[in-house]
């Protein structure tokens, strides 16, 4: 479904601290899942990815797990460094066409 | 990551105008590119799915006649937005999927205002 808001829900960290930021999806027949990260005025940048068969992957300072059962998808940060600073989207890949369902987002704010 | 770029990056133009922005991925081919719009502090909304060699598939409530798809090759897109209004005015994104990983890589987006 359409994902509307005026404000995006915010997460505020202090530098070096881990983040958790979570995503409901809604469309239990979704095989791939991705994570992106969206600074100000530019397009969303990949960050890590994840199937359905599976429910960790791991990359370089973030682990993504999926939880098929309720349907939610998070995404970890470990030591967040100021340049993490921006909205992170989750989003869900379905349907024959494989078009991209993206999530509210979430602003990660990275306090010094 | 695959490279996908967008020109122009961002366009002033006066209501009634027509204005064309190309979608282009730079080192693999594309038979399907998709173009999004994002207003501020919103997630991005799907449009439209390009297809290279036949016509574009829209979204609900996405005018077809306003929103012109080109998918003249393989590595480039086209959305112009016709008889452009201030509601218009928004972020507007491409992606390209690399067919390998079926991962979707973005545009930079192009910022339309129109006025």
């Known amino acids: 479904g359409e994902n509307v808001g005026l404000h995006l829900p915010t997460l505020s960290v202090q530098e070096g601290d881990n983040s958790i930021i979570n995503c409901a999806y809604s469309?239990?027949?979704?095989?791939?899942f991705i994570w992106y990260k969206q600074e100000s005025g530019k397009g969303p940048q990949f960050i890590i990815d994840i199937r359905s068969n599976m429910d960790k992957r791991q990359g370089q300072r973030v682990t993504v797990l999926l939880n098929k059962t309720v349907k939610h998808l998070s995404l970890q940060i470990a030591a967040t460094q100021p340049g993490d600073s921006a909205v992170y989207f989750c989003a869900e890949l379905s349907g024959s066409a494989r078009q991209l369902t993206f999530g509210s987002g979430t602003q990660l704010t990275v306090l010094p | 990551g695959a490279v996908v770029s967008q020109h122009p990056s961002w366009v002033i133009c006066k209501s009634g105008t027509s204005v064309k922005i190309e979608c282009r991925s730079l080192?693999?081919?594309?038979?399907?590119m998709f173009w999004y719009r994002q207003f501020p502090k919103q997630s991005l909304m799907l449009m439209a799915t390009?297809?290279?060699?036949?016509?574009?598939?829209?979204e609900q409530g996405v005018e077809k006649d306003k929103f012109l798809i080109n998918h003249a090759s393989l590595t480039l897109s086209t959305l112009t937005v016709t008889s452009a209004h201030p509601e218009d005015s928004s972020f507007y994104i491409c992606s390209a999927p690399d067919i390998r990983s079926e991962t979707q890589y973005f545009g930079p987006g192009t910022r339309l205002l129109v006025l």
């Open positions: 469309n239990s027949a979704s095989d791939y």
């Open positions: 390009s297809n290279e060699g036949s016509k574009a598939t829209y």
């Open positions: 080192d693999f081919q594309a038979t399907t």
